[in-house]
């Protein structure tokens, strides 16, 4: 699929552009046929309505009957050619071949695009006109959508169960509609999906008030007036129950769900940056320059800045030039998978929806700008790359995102990592290579820390405590890219060769000894 990353998208251009050129090239090979059957019909207009003024005068004159027997045998016969002549074989074959051949969006892509523009609509707030209007947070950045892009977007919602984003976009294709009633969408089909989608929501009485305001429009609508009758029904026996009193407690939200509202709710505020760290830790947190007693490292120390304090948090600035991340780009493009996760039952990878990427790794021998990133990272972590894990390469296309999840393997996970052999994973070293215009930080609900994507720059935390049990502050996720694009990549540091590695902190002098 091609909605999972913005590489493939700009592929869709090129693609666009050879469809558009063949349509123009069919166009201009029509007009050019209709022009010669205008032509050859003006001819037979003026010739006609000459003889018709004196009919018999006219197929009196022994040429003219000739040349009306003629008009009739052999010119008519090359009209009837032109006619008949297919010119849309070609120009069909022409979009076979390029559907075939060329980089070109599924309807699982639409539904994949259409439920990521509903994604972004909820973490970020978005209301549904501003985005039809094509604005993001108040910047324009597209075109307006149509009536008809919005009853897509309304019909893709409710092929996924999804009434509530239903109700949205159908709400704002009428309003569209009104407007610009030129458009291509039936206000008939509109109301239809309104009132089911009200139904599926338990609204009753609007269900029916919309299935009546269908049935102004097509009185003999059979889908409308089938559940005409049935919302009258269900309303009766509603009302019924509810005038004996017999109406039951609302129920309560199960605890365990309200608590993943919350989480839910935290790592969207912190996506959208309304929330940080507490003071106490804010009003500690440093920006220094570290060398590590390296000597190499003397005259260009890293440039640190702490992006939470226990657990610490990292920011190293200026770490990856911009010719290694062209580098890595080229390189990772022609290989991207869409990304997958572990199910934590059966260590089988599939694809899901809260993890949408696209990734792929790329090996230290395959380019020294590869090999040169492991050997920085080794300079900054002092950790040995010797049990890491190859460079992954991810890049997140419209809504692109990876909900909040752990880096390291849980102990129930058992299937965990193929090479767990080398120990869990100790460290994550996490490469920006773009900046993002809206939207894409990496966010850790638990600590409310976030950090937002500047080229060159990495975070590194470690993953497990000293003790080697997996820190729970950790969990972090990558929010859904509102504009733009985001490519990272990770360097996975294992536990093995750092038993006497791993310093107390990169950034803190080792606590004094108290007499
Ligand atoms: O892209 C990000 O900001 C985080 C990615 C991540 O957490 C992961 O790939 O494990
Ligand atoms: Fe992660």
Redesign the pocket.
């Known amino acids: 699929e091609v909605f999972t990353a913005l590489a493939d998208l700009e592929e869709l251009l090129q693609t666009e552009n050879y469809l558009i050129t063949t349509l123009e090239n069919y166009v201009k090979a029509e007009e050019h046929r209709i022009d010669l059957l205008k032509k050859y019909a003006e001819l037979y207009r003026k010739h006609h309505d000459r003889a018709s003024d004196d009919v018999e005068s006219h197929v009196s004159n022994p040429i003219n009957a000739y040349v009306l027997v003629k008009k009739l045998t052999s010119d008519w016969q090359q009209v009837e050619t032109l006619i008949a002549t297919d010119v849309s074989s070609e120009y069909m074959a022409n979009i076979t071949f390029i559907k075939e051949n060329m980089k070109f969006p599924t309807q699982e892509d639409l539904n994949g695009a259409a439920v990521a523009l509903t994604r972004l609509q909820d973490t970020y707030h978005l209301d549904t006109s501003s985005l039809a209007r094509g604005e993001l947070n108040g910047v324009k950045y597209s075109a307006e959508l149509t009536a008809a892009d919005c009853f897509e977007l309304g019909r893709q919602s409710y092929n996924n169960g999804d009434y509530y984003h239903t109700l949205l976009w159908m709400r704002e294709a009428d309003v569209r509609l009104r407007r610009d009633s030129n458009d291509t969408v039936d206000r008939s089909d509109i109301l239809e999906y309104l009132a089911f989608s009200t139904y599926k929501q338990g609204n009753i009485p609007l269900a029916l008030d919309l299935t009546n305001k269908l049935l102004e429009i097509l009185p003999s609508h059979p889908r409308a007036l089938g559940n005409k009758v049935y919302y009258e029904d269900e309303l009766q026996k509603y009302n019924q129950v509810k005038r004996k009193g017999e109406e039951g407690e609302l129920p309560q939200p199960h605890t365990e769900d309200a608590y993943h509202d919350e989480q839910r709710e935290i790592y969207e505020s912190l996506c959208r940056g309304e929330l940080s760290p507490p003071i106490e830790i804010t009003s500690q947190l440093k920006c220094v320059y570290v060398n590590h007693g390296n000597p190499y490292l003397f005259l260009a120390p890293f440039k640190v800045e702490e992006a939470y304090f226990n657990p610490s948090i990292y920011i190293f600035h200026d770490v990856m030039s911009d010719a290694e991340i062209e580098t890595i780009k080229r390189l990772a493009t022609p290989r991207f998978r869409r990304?997958t996760v572990q199910n934590s039952e059966t260590g089988e990878l599939e694809i899901a929806q809260y993890?949408i990427?696209k990734?792929a790794w790329l090996r230290e021998e395959e380019h020294k700008h590869i090999s040169d990133v492991t050997q920085r990272v080794a300079d900054m972590t002092m950790l040995s790359m010797e049990s890491a894990e190859e460079l992954?390469v991810?890049n997140?296309g419209i809504g692109g995102h990876?909900e909040p999840?752990f880096?390291f393997a849980r102990k129930d996970e058992k299937h965990a990592f193929k090479d767990l052999g080398s120990g869990n994973r100790i460290a994550?070293v996490?490469f920006?290579m773009s900046d993002v215009a809206q939207g894409?930080?990496?966010v850790f609900p638990n600590i409310m820390a976030s950090?937002w994507?500047k080229k060159g720059t990495a975070?590194f935390w470690y993953n497990l405590h000293e003790s080697g049990e997996g820190d729970v502050n950790t969990r972090?996720?990558?929010?859904p890219v509102l504009a733009g694009s985001?490519w990272?990549s990770?360097k996975w540091i294992h536990e093995k060769y750092q038993e006497f590695l791993r310093p107390c902190s990169l950034v803190r002098p080792p606590p004094e000894l108290t007499t």
């Open positions: 990304a993890r990427s990734s992954q991810v997140y990876y999840h880096d994550t996490l920006y894409g930080a990496t950090v994507p975070a972090h996720a990558a929010c985001k990272v990770n």
